[in-house]
Nanobody, 123 residues
Framework: QVQLVESGGGLVQAGGSLRLSCAAS????????MGWFRQAPGKEREFVAA???????YYADSVKGRFTISRDNVKNTVYLQMNSLKPEDTAVYYC?????????????????WGQGTQVTVSS
């Protein structure tokens, strides 16, 4: 059974940094694209970043230049380094696995999801 477990969330002041981790188990990791999404209270889940099987990356415009997604296929872990955080980055952050193909921004294309980790950025 596939499991994704996020960690690294917390409370940080605006301008600060956090590094999220997502540990995967239960299936081959290296041949899957992985994504990060977030959901703020009262809003729909939105795409943040994704990384392909060979390390290609894609970002939402709102985080481009501030966030970096990476993966370690030995540790079966995907990371999201978040710098220059803003109050509008406050949300629950989820990692997700895309079962086939290249990265996409559509949440419905991802089949397994973690439980989420809360990120709160104070002004």
């Amino acid at each position: 059974q596939v499991q994704l477990v996020e960690s690294g969330g917390g409370l940080v002041q605006a301008g600060g940094s956090l590094r999220l981790s997502c540990a995967a188990s239960g299936s081959i990791f290296s041949d899957k694209a992985m994504g990060w999404f977030r959901q703020a209270p009262g809003k729909e889940r939105e795409f943040v970043a994704a990384i392909s099987q060979n390390g290609g990356t894609y970002y939402a415009d709102s985080v481009k230049g501030r966030f970096t997604i990476s993966r370690d296929n030995v540790k079966n872990t995907v990371y999201l380094q978040m710098n220059s955080l803003k109050p509008e980055d406050t949300a629950v952050y989820y990692c997700a696995r895309k079962p086939v193909g290249w990265v996409t921004t559509h949440a419905g294309d991802y089949d397994y999801w973690g439980q989420g980790t809360q990120v709160t950025v104070s002004s």
